[in-house]
Structure formats: structure tokens, C-alpha cells
């Protein structure tokens, strides 16, 4: 049976959650394999709307187990609000396995991080302010502390110390703000432990027997293919690998396992933060998408930046995640365009480049070379096939297809749950 990996083909908010949940009930786990809660997916089930942060999508599916794995950083705070929320509108969590090792965001991590995001000025790189950064800097440091550390009161209290001891000098002789005693923090972290105990498991071993059982897995990126640490709109990217190849060291699972890789692609294109943007939008046009496709960050409540779809991303995302198919989404929030511009190429320099550029210099001067498209006017919100589309609807989705890279096997036509046309299957 099928392992799945399903991310970000974008900047980020293409609409993950919808799809996981989507898949949800054919599969057996849902697991987060980096970022943390500066991710957020939406997800709609009949009249309910759920907003996640932290938590795989697929915990809103009793039949799924989700996962939390080694490459995301947790904020234990945000965790358990996420979950007492959950709780109280009557789903149930108690399924959730989180990996000991997965590293903790301390609160001197998040002190950090918004003093020298203030510190940077304009030169800020858009971050959501809640040490995600600065908690991924300490693992790469091996100053991190990690969830197992909970259960050993001195080797926690060691680590916390050392972690302490720069990042004291920075807030004091750099920042200007009070030291952090190491007493205080251990004290909030070890307030955790028991309660998150029931959570803890060696979710390697558990996600690779799964995998020999035949069970179905699904591997859930955060943010976006253009937001990864390595392969992104560097600087302006996140700290983690949303990536493909994350998912393997972020879960612990060989890439010989990997068997179907979905990017999901927004029908127009969105970011939030700073950075290079292409086909941003500045006019009319912008504020309809903005206000039409309900673009404000779920995780930060910014207004999204708003422009028409980028195949040259889109071929770019397809080539670094060896992407088999993707789920189109957002389609609906279209309709009502006479004319619908699609970005084919860039001019750089008074040079079309059709490819993206992998100097950042370039990549800052790309101007967007556009194909306009008919578009239509009918409500789609109620198809259920591809054939239930309006013709324009039809080319338009061929035509982002071919420009892409890979087949549009699912395509979303409203929020809900339900509203989702399946061209092929992700399991078969």
C-alpha cells in the first residue's frame, strides 16, 4: 500500500489541510514531519470549520492516527490549547503520538525570536514570531531540547543552562532586555511532562511497522515548496525542509518507501511575509482574489499577498519534489474573471526565462511574462466531475496542467469538505 507524501507546491496556504482531510478516511496515519505552529491548515466538515496549527489534519478523522514526528518543533502551550479545543467541540485526540524526540520551543526561544526579528528593522525576514527559528537554530546547535528530556529532570536542566548561558548575553548586552533565569524555565517545561506522556512514542518504529503492515501513511508538509530552507525564496523561507525529501528525515522513513507525491497548488498564488513575488498583485484585481478567496493567514492573520498563478514555480515544484500528481485548489474563487492571466515565463534582464532562476539578485528582478485565458462565469461550487466544469473552467485547468508538470488528479470547486472533484485516485 501506498506511503504519501502531500505538500506545498507554493509559498504556502494552498489549501494542505483540505486535501489531507480529503484523504483522510482511506488512510491509516497523518503525520506532521516538520515545521510547527507557524503552519496552519483549515479544514471545513459539513457546517464545522476547524482552524490547526500544530496538529496533523487528519485528527479530525476517528478512523486515522496522527502523528507528530522528529522534525517538528512544539510548542507544549500551543499543543495542548490546540487540543483542549479539539476536546471541547467533541473530537477526539486520544490517538495522537508525538516523537519524543521532536525538539521543544522554549519560551526563551520565542523571546528571541521577536527581539531580533524588532532588531532586524527593515531587513526583517516576515517571520510569524514564534520561535520556530531560533528552536531549529539550537537543534543544528545541539543545544535543543528535546521531548524525551522531560523525563530527566538533570540532563533537562543541564541543557537549559547551556542554552542559557549565549543567549543571556545576546538579551542582555545586544537586546538590552532582562536575562532569563534557567530555574523558571525548567520549572514550566517539567509542568508539561505528564500530561504529554500518554502522547510519547518512538514514532519511527511505529510509522516504519505500519508501513510493513500495509498500512497507508500519509506524510503532511507545513508551508510551501518556496518557503524551504534549502530550496526556497532564501532568506525569506522558513527553517525546515516542507520539501519531499523532508519527509523522510522529518519521520524517519527511507525514501524507498515513498511511493506518490502530491503538490497542492492554489489556482491563482499567494504568500505571506516578505520576499520576491512575482505576479503579485497591487490593484483591483489583488483585493478581489484577497477578499473572494478569504486570504488571511490562519497561523499569523495577516492578509495574504494576492497574484495570478506562476507555472514557473509550479515546473519548479514539480522538479525538486519529483511530484507524481496535483490536487488543484481553490478553482472557484475565479469565477467572475472575463480574462484570467497565467505567468509563463519570466524577463530578466531583457531575457525570457522560463525556468526559476537560481540567483537571488534575478529571482528579485523576475518580471512576470503572462498567457490570458478565457475565463467563465457559472457557479462550480456543485460540480462533481471534470465534465461538471464549464468549458473555460476545462482549458483553464488543462492548460495549468500541461504548463506544469505533472497531472491534475483532484481539483477543489468550494470549501467544503465535499466540494472536490477526483480525476484520479491518490491511492490507486
Not at 42 to 66: M, N, R
Not at 129 to 137: D, E, H, L, V
Not at 144 to 161: A, F, M, N, P, W
Request: aromatic letters at 8%; one cysteine or more.
Amino acid at each position: 500500500m501506498p506511503a504519501l507524501v502531500l505538500l506545498g507546491a507554493q509559498w504556502g496556504d494552498e489549501g494542505k489541510g483540505k486535501a489531507t482531510d480529503l484523504l483522510g478516511g482511506s488512510v491509516d496515519y497523518v503525520v506532521r514531519y516538520q515545521g510547527g505552529n507557524n503552519a496552519g491548515h483549515t479544514v471545513v466538515v459539513g457546517d464545522q470549520k476547524y482552524a490547526l496549527h500544530l496538529l496533523p489534519s487528519g485528527i479530525l478523522t476517528p478512523e486515522c492516527t496522527p502523528v507528530i514526528g522528529n522534525g517538528v518543533v512544539v510548542d507544549p502551550s500551543v499543543l495542548f490549547s490546540e487540543l483542549n479545543g479539539l476536546n471541547e467541540r467533541g473530537v477526539d485526540t486520544s490517538k495522537l503520538l508525538i516523537s519524543g524526540n521532536a525538539h521543544l520551543i522554549t519560551s526563551y526561544n520565542v523571546t528571541v525570536d521577536k527581539v531580533t526579528e524588532r532588531f532586524l528593522g527593515k531587513r526583517k525576514i516576515g517571520t510569524t514570531g514564534r520561535g520556530i527559528g531560533p528552536t531549529y537554530a539550537d537543534k543544528i546547535n545541539r543545544v535543543g531540547i528535546r521531548i524525551q528530556d522531560l523525563y530527566d529532570e538533570s540532563i533537562l536542566t543541564q541543557k537549559v543552562e547551556a542554552a542559557l548561558e549565549v543567549k543571556n548575553q545576546l538579551l542582555t548586552k545586544l537586546y538590552n532586555r532582562r536575562a532569563i533565569e534557567a530555574g523558571q524555565v525548567v520549572e514550566e517545561l517539567l509542568s508539561y511532562a505528564d500530561r504529554l506522556k500518554p502522547y510519547v512514542a518512538d514514532t519511527v518504529l511505529v510509522l516504519n511497522q505500519a508501513l510493513e503492515q500495509n498500512k497507508v501513511v500519509l506524510f503532511e508538509g507545513g508551508q510551501g515548496t518556496l518557503l524551504d530552507i534549502d530550496h526556497g525564496t532564501y532568506p525569506f523561507v522558513t527553517s525546515s525542509n516542507p520539501t519531499a525529501g523532508g519527509a523522510c528525515t522529518g519521520a524517519g522513513v527511507g525514501p524507498t518507501k515513498i511511493s506518490r507525491v502530491i503538490g497542492i497548488l492554489k489556482a491563482y498564488t499567494t504568500r505571506v511575509g516578505s520576499g520576491p513575488f512575482p505576479t503579485e498583485l497591487f490593484d483591483a484585481d489583488g483585493d478581489a482574489l484577497r477578499r473572494i478567496g478569504g486570504e488571511r493567514g490562519v497561523t499569523t492573520g495577516r492578509d495574504r499577498r494576492c497574484g495570478w498563478f506562476d507555472a514557473v514555480i509550479a515546473r519548479y515544484a514539480t522538479r525538486v519534489n519529483g511530484l507524481t500528481d496535483f490536487f488543484l485548489t481553490k478553482l472557484d474563487v475565479l469565477t467572475g474573471w472575463e480574462e484570467i492571466p497565467v505567468c509563463v515565463a519570466y524577463e530578466i534582464d531583457g531575457k525570457r526565462v522560463e525556468e526559476l532562476p537560481y540567483s537571488q539578485t534575478d529571482f528579485h528582478h523576475a518580471k512576470p511574462i503572462y498567457e490570458t485565458l478565457p475565463g467563465w462565469s457559472e457557479d462550480i461550487t456543485k460540480a462533481k466531475t471534470f465534465e461538471d466544469l464549464p468549458k473555460n473552467a476545462q482549458a483553464y485547468v488543462k492548460a495549468l496542467e500541461d504548463m506544469s508538470g505533472a497531472p491534475i488528479s483532484a481539483i477543489g470547486v468550494g470549501p467544503g469538505r465535499d466540494e472536490t472533484i477526483e480525476i484520479n485516485s491518490f491511492l490507486s
